[in-house]
DNA sequence: GGTATTCATAACCTCTAATTATGAATGGTT
DNA sequence: AACCATTCATAATTAGAGGTTATGAATACC
């Protein structure tokens, strides 16, 4: 087993041919140079220098070794340099897990925003129901996950992301459009397309005609967000829906809300990491970056409204 | 500056994803390993592993690491192997130093001998005059070197290898050829052609003409021998050179020995090193590949005669 | 010839990196 | 479920590697 202080100092004397300007290289005194020297000689039963009057030189030993020496402290500040790295976040791997839903719709927004301050970071976006991506946490498959707060779980730390506002959405031509206030009730007696269980949002939704007392009339359920927009666009019933979902669908007429009578329903997305454990510089940095972006407002906001701000905010500091 | 012995730990710790078992492979305790993991991670300011139930497992930084640490402890796998080979002579290099004659009479059946054993090690075999060999030893250039004795140099140890005949050597129709015995009288008489001052021979001839004070008719100098030969061959005068370089043209019948009368002449020839410095390896298993191959009875015999003894000897064996 | 420089040596000291002993958490087993 | 084995963490202690200071010897320089 190579005592790679020996080399270091072997490698500094070999590289000055001298022993004291190798002691002041590494801020130690010369004859600590000459006795670990010594003491590499003895330990490789190898010669490594002469002397010659006042001065030292390699030895064919000496030299041979030195060859070698000079790869392994060459490599050494190559290792450096990728810990500065590293620690720098010049080089890192954030790991993220989320939804369907959100890794369509949030996602984008906020890791463009993460990839610009952060843009040798790569992004590993992994995607999962709520409850899946709670356990990749725990099997430290990812380091943070956004995903809506269903049920609390011990060891892991949920921080209020946003306040998604819930949407019923319906065909642009469904009887209850236009229509003021449309009660639970009501709501009851129509055909839902309807997010499949362990959603965050038919967590909410199921809440909502538990507390009415009714039962909804499920057509069908599934998680493909998307196949929901197109079932209600294709008047097969009507749908509950995170509003950012279904934004563009809305502006463009394709699909139209209906207001519901005196509840305003919000979904909580957060974010959750493992408390006990000290996160990645990746992955503190992207908290830091969602909480630099919102301030303090996503929460109240909602994503849809902050990317709106902030699309406004940045379209604006390009027309001045 | 990073600490190698921490980085070693990490290296088994990370190998074997477990922290007892790095302590087993490197003969310490566990709490020792924990200390430096720890340490390690404080100074790359980075965690490294992360602990999951009773094991242990890496961090994406620790992973990153840690093929950084392969390379390191693939290539010091390498340097020991470099260190070992050295030591067992299976690489390394042997500097000698002679004279023109010498390198080409005695050098090739001495180093074929060294070759034989040590086919790994390479040789340097240098060429000048035996005072320039002298200093090439003072310079380091070689370490050993194999000259005639002139004088002796303060720290340069000499030992006798052979001692080698010297002939007078004339053209077979020389008027003395066939002669009983020729007196250093005579041979004042003679057309000589003498090897450059400098070198044993002509120190050994100078002194031979001087004891019987006579003064040589040298009608050319020169460090050339096979120069001399041929010059021999083609009449224009005798010449002393030593036995060995002579033998075959003797053998042929292109060149006579004239006998010399009362009087055998003799060069030796020695081995001379630093005695301060110790020899590198190779140069101690050149010397005792010499005093092997002789006993004791080159100095006494001459490498001619031994080079025909060994040579019968081979043939012998061959034979049988 | 005196001076400065360089490596070697010896005695001593400091602090790193071990050790021993023990605890806490986890996982497998009966 | 209780128990045991395993693994990492922590604390207190200790050994010794690797450093320092002081000095000497050899050599080169002016």
């Known amino acids: 087993m190579l005592n790679f202080n020996q080399l270091r100092i072997f490698y500094h004397a070999a590289r000055n041919l001298n022993f004291t300007a190798a002691a002041r290289d590494l801020f130690i005194t010369q004859p600590a140079v000459t006795a670990q020297i010594k003491l590499l000689e003895e330990y490789c039963s190898l010669k490594l220098f002469r002397k010659k009057g006042r001065g030292v030189y390699l030895t064919d030993e000496g030299r041979a070794l030195f060859e070698y020496t000079k790869h392994v402290f060459d490599y050494e500040k190559e290792i450096e340099f990728a810990i500065e790295e590293m620690r720098e976040l010049k080089r890192g791997i954030l790991r993220l897990g989320t939804t369907k839903t959100y890794a369509r719709y949030f996602m984008p927004f906020l890791l463009t925003r993460f990839h610009q301050t952060y843009s040798d970071i790569r992004i590993h976006l992994d995607e999962g129901s709520s409850q899946a991506m709670v356990q990749s946490l725990i099997d430290f498959k990812n380091e943070i996950v956004i995903i ?55 967590h909410l939704i199921d809440d909502l005609f538990i507390r009415a007392n009714r039962t909804p009339n499920i057509v069908m359920e599934t998680s493909n967000t998307e196949f929901i927009k197109l079932e209600v666009q294709r008047g097969e019933g009507i749908a509950f829906l995170v509003e950012s979902a279904v934004l563009l669908e809305l502006e463009q007429g394709l699909l139209t809300s209906l207001p519901i009578h005196d509840q305003t329903l919000f979904l909580n997305v957060s974010i959750a990491y493992l408390e006990d454990q000290q996160l990645s510089p990746p992955s503190r940095a992207f908290l830091e970056t969602l909480t630099n972006l919102s301030g303090n407002d996503i929460p109240a906001l909602g994503i849809g409204a902050l990317m709106t701000k902030i699309r406004t905010h940045r379209d604006g500091l390009t027309a001045t």
Chains 1, 2 share one sequence.
Do not use: N, Q
């Open 148 to 202: 809506a707060k269903i049920t609390s779980h011990p060891g892991v730390r949920f921080l209020p992301l946003s306040r998604e506002g819930i949407v019923v959405i319906a065909h642009p031509d469904h009887p209850l459009a236009g229509k003021a206030a449309i009660s639970t009730e009501e709501l009851a007696e129509e055909r839902i397309i309807m997010k499949e269980g362990g959603s965050g949002t038919r």
